[in-house]
Structure formats: C-alpha cells, structure tokens
C-alpha cells in the first residue's frame, strides 16, 4: 500500500509541475506580446516603423564562439537614437555580398558618427580573424544583445518536430488520467467497504 501511495504522489507532483509549466509558458509569451503590441501602437500611432523593441534568435554559425555558440539563444533589445558603442553585440541585417539580407551577429570594433543618429559601424565576429567587409548602417541594426541562453536551440529543434511537441503533451496528460481513474477507482473501493 505504501508503495502506491507513493506513486499516487509522484503522479500528483509530475502533473502539478506539470500544468504550472504550461502556466509560466503561457504567462510569459502574453506578458511579452504585450510589451511588443504596445510598443507597436505607440509608434505606430506617430507613424515611425521600428524593429520590435525585443527579439530573440538562434545562432547558427560559429562565428561568434566562445562568446556565443552554436544553437545558443540570444535576446536582443532594440536600442533607440544611435546608442550602440564599440564592443557592444548587435543583431543586424547583413549587406555583405555573401550574406545580403541574412540576420548576422557580430561585435562593434568601429563606430564613425554621420550625424546625430547615425552612424557608420564596422563589425566583427569573435571568432573570425577579419573585420567584416561590409559596413552596418544604424537603420540595419536590429538590437544590441542583452544575454544569451546557452543551447536552447536543441530545444527549438526537439520542437519543430510535431511528434515531439504532441509527446511532450500527451504523456503528461495520460499521467493525469491515469491519476483521476485510479482515484476514482479508489473511492468505489471504498464506498463498497
């Protein structure tokens, strides 16, 4: 009897975890879809189009190690009126020959101001031995990096495969199940008593 109580308990913690995970995983993208809508509005409203204030990406190549590796995750934030400083990280829409339109992550080595909100910046991956040859205008630049999530991209991965989402949701669901009937079960068993 003791060895199912125990059981039964364990079943009741896994699904608790369980449904205050999809919780925080709910509650969290709201609360940052709220930031982004209205950061959205408000400069929709006076008729500017920024990139969203934050964002958050995988890193694919390893230009950037030790830094930031491969399949690490990165948020970045949208940094207004030109603040970005030599080594700084920023996210940013490549217009290299090689990568034309491609999101690449590298750090400032150089900054030359144009005018008061603009400037020219030379970049440059941590791992690479040669500045970048093409220039990053600040209206390129999609935000400077806040912090990185070392390897959720094996996470991101596990995933995009539909079998693993729906197994990640099944199996906790039928231990729920599996909980109430036995429960259920249980009180005909002792009703009978």
Do not use: W
Not at 138 to 165: E, M, N, Q
């Amino acid at each position: 009897m003791t060895n199912k109580n125990n059981i039964l308990y364990f079943c009741r913690i896994v699904t608790r975890s369980f449904f205050i995970a999809i919780l925080c995983f709910m509650l969290i993208p709201g609360f940052l879809f709220f930031i982004y809508m209205g950061d959205l509005l408000l400069f929709s409203n006076n008729n500017q189009m920024k990139n969203p204030l934050f964002g958050a990406y995988v890193i694919v190549s390893p230009s950037m190690v030790p830094t930031i590796s491969v399949n690490d995750g990165i948020v970045i934030k949208r940094v207004d009126n030109d603040q970005y400083d030599v080594g700084d990280i920023i996210t940013f829409v490549s217009n290299d020959a090689n990568y034309k339109g491609l999101l690449v992550t590298h750090r400032i080595v150089h900054k030359k101001s144009i005018s008061k909100n603009e400037s020219i910046y030379t970049t440059k991956g941590d791992n690479n031995s040669l500045e970048d040859s093409a220039y990053v205008m600040t209206d390129a630049i999609c935000g400077k990096v806040l912090f990185r999530i070392p390897k959720i991209g094996y996470v991101k991965d596990f995933f995009s495969k539909p079998i693993h989402y729906f197994l990640c949701l099944l199996i906790p669901a039928f231990i729920f199940v599996f909980y109430d009937i036995h429960r259920i079960i249980s009180l005909f068993k002792k009703k009978r008593i």
